[in-house]
């Protein structure tokens, strides 16, 4: 199950499997989206599947976590996200009407983030063979504009901003199983993030030097995805990090680390220094970004690592998921 | 299980669920891959997701079956496909010496097509969510030929071609799975059309009113979609539809008929009167086109059916695919 964790062993899987089978100049950066050129055009492709579980769940459902997931890996490589495909493998059995459920939810959210849904693909199988409806999502965006964004680009000196309070999908998902004697009242935060990318593109061209969505993994994992590509430290201050009290709560209750919470409408962004102040600006201004807040910086050393300045005035390294506290979160 | 046939209950799945939830103009036309403008060029978009069982089987396997079908779509297009994305769900416990084997085929497959894998993702479900390994592949062309192509193009006086004998992936798949106590020396005829349908296209500029890879439904289903979308009667002669002894054999014994089992590699193909010779000899000139035949002609009327002329000198009415008598053939 570590496999699908979006961690360490993830990483491992696709370094040792899938890089080694299909190994090209698109694929090998391993960010969220390839870039490719097609006639005179730029454009990202991304896909993901969904296996979330429950399906439906306080803030959202498989559909749009689906549709929001696919337009913000595009979002966040620098693409305008234009058009999406989608691939369904149904249980037999699966109720038309939750199907309906679904698809509605996916239109909602692709008119939201202005995206169309313009091709599909629908499979059955027999009873025991799936749980219920899985979903995959591909992408096409546009890129359009001179920035060039990647994991590898971060420098000495960029600042570190989380658009968000970190972990309410990832916890959200936890509860909606019922399998922990836990109340909260948290929902989803999935969301499109192309609005508050182009916000901040605006606001600050040429000053923003890579952008992910913090999915599987959480937080902790793309900071280090992020130390790793571009060689250099990411030092995290632990109080400056968003977490609302329930997310804060459950995770202690729970014994895990919020730091590597799944969120499916946050991002992880880093900025050259000189513009992190109208980055901020930028972000808290959009509605999805309203509690953004700057949470590190980065330097030349330890290169590789990310350290985190803990509230009771320690450091320690904080590394990739290793393992799955949540299977099935997206 | 019949609403994932690829026949009328896939049909009408579509229609009442997923045209009515995404409607736009795109997905609209129902093809195998939607037409958009990305800036200033015309690409072609698609996805499949594939399930079939068992996962490898004489001739190829999910793997390889997943690249094949996804070129296909965008080459029935008329689209020169380039680059493919893979999303895969994968049951907890698949062994990774498997998973190797399959992401091998997709390189090899790629390779033989010209495209490239640049872009996947991997979920784990436990064991019982899923059967060993489901792949999504969507994919990305480009529409760089004046051809404007569409089963709703097909005219009186069209001839139908198919580019080689039917059913062959289909009957291999039901035999693989060693249900039944049949043997034939029999292989999935899967293999990429990209370079027949540009031989077609060269030497035919203009003629081709539109092509269709014949998968689930075969080829029954393809042409009652073309009959209905273009508003005419496709007429075709029993006879002339090339299918193997073992196949026919096989289809014989289980009492189905080989114009609904699923090819992989075949294609129908409609052309205009005059074409007709240089379409047939273009198409036989290719190593996949070898025993292409020319098996109908369209005309007026009935509009919206196919008429089959029977080999006893009858003619019946040959619907669409009713029911699946081969679910998870791809």
Redo the contacts between chains.
């Keep these: 199950?570590?496999?699908?964790?979006g961690g360490k062993a993830?990483q491992t899987?696709?370094e040792a499997?899938?890089l080694?089978?299909?190994r090209?100049p698109?694929?090998e950066p391993l960010e969220d989206?390839?870039v490719?050129e097609?006639?005179?055009?730029r454009?990202a492709?991304?896909?993901?599947?969904?296996?979330v579980s429950p399906i439906f769940f306080p803030g959202g459902d498989i559909g749009d976590l689906a549709v929001n997931g696919t337009v913000n890996d595009l979002s966040v490589s620098g693409a305008r996200p234009?058009?999406l495909?989608?691939?369904?493998?149904?249980e037999?059995g699966f109720p038309?009407a939750d199907?309906?459920r679904v698809?509605?939810s996916?239109?909602r959210a692709?008119a939201t983030a202005g995206v169309?849904?313009?091709?599909?693909?629908?499979?059955?199988?027999?009873r025991?063979?799936?749980?219920g409806c899985?979903v995959?999502t591909?992408g096409?965006g546009?890129l359009?504009r001179p920035a060039r964004l990647g994991v590898a680009h971060a420098r000495p000196g960029d600042t570190v901003i989380v658009s968000g309070p970190i972990g309410e999908h990832g916890v959200t998902i936890m509860l909606a199983r019922g399998e922990l004697d836990i109340e909260a009242d948290l929902i989803s935060d999935t969301a499109p993030l192309n609005g508050l990318v182009a916000t901040l593109l605006d606001a600050c061209p040429g000053g923003v030097r890579c952008m992910r969505d913090a999915t599987r993994g959480g937080v902790a994992t793309i900071l280090n995805e992020i130390a790793r590509a571009s060689g250099v430290a990411v030092v995290v201050d632990e109080d400056a990090v968003p977490v609302r009290p329930a997310v804060r709560g459950a995770c202690e209750l729970l014994g895990i680390d919020p730091l590597y919470v799944a969120c499916e409408g946050r991002m992880v962004v880093v900025v050259d220094g000189p513009s992190a102040g109208a980055a901020l600006d930028a972000l808290r201004g959009h509605p999805l970004g309203g509690e953004a807040e700057i949470v590190g910086r980065v330097r030349d050393d330890p290169p590789g690592l990310v350290l985190l300045r803990t509230t009771f005035g320690g450091t320690r390294i904080v590394d990739m998921l290793v393992g799955d506290p949540l299977?099935?979160i997206?």
């Design positions: 199950m570590a496999h699908g964790s993830t899987l696709i499997v899938f080694d089978a299909f090209n698109a694929l989206s390839a490719v097609v006639g005179t055009e454009l492709l991304t896909t993901d599947s969904y296996v234009l058009y495909s989608a691939g369904f493998v149904l037999e038309v199907l309906r698809t509605a996916m239109a692709a169309g849904v313009v091709t599909g693909d629908t499979k059955v199988v027999q025991g063979k799936a749980d899985y995959t591909a096409v546009l359009d299977p099935r997206c």
